[in-house]
Structures are given as structure tokens and as C-alpha cells.
């Protein structure tokens, strides 16, 4: 049986009190060669770096090796 989809409410906020969001292609590497591919997302570069590597599978030590803007201001 499919359900009805449910209204989802949103507030509007002006432009000018919207911060921007920060898009970010994120290469890691793991010291055993290990390689992934990840978007980060945030307010500034270090969040979305920091979302990037919360994103990678766990049980790897995960580093930076490059990222590149996807979108933003």
C-alpha cells in the first residue's frame, strides 16, 4: 500500500540571513594506501572538510590529500 506524502514545513529566512554553504570534492587517503572519495559540506571549509571525514567507512585512520570547491560564494 503507498502512504501519502506528508507536508514538511520550512521557514523562510531572507538571503541575507542565510550563511553560505560550502560544497567540497574531498580526496582522503588511509596509511595503508586506503583511498576514498567524498563530498563535505558546511559553513566553512573546516566543517566540510570535518564532514568529509566523518563520512569515510570507519576503522581508518583518514587524511586529507586534496579537495577541490564544488559550489559555493
Known amino acids: 500500500m503507498t502512504q501519502p506524502l ?40 573546516a566543517d566540510a572538510l570535518n564532514w568529509a571525514l566523518e563520512s569515510a567507512p570507519a576503522g581508518v585512520g583518514w587524511l586529507v590529500s586534496s579537495w577541490s570547491e564544488t559550489y559555493g560564494d
Open 6 to 45: 506528508r507536508v514538511i514545513q520550512s521557514v523562510h529566512v531572507p538571503a541575507r540571513d542565510r550563511r553560505a554553504t560550502v560544497v567540497l570534492n574531498v580526496k582522503l587517503a588511509g596509511s595503508k594506501g586506503e583511498r576514498w572519495d567524498a563530498i563535505g559540506i558546511g559553513c566553512s571549509e
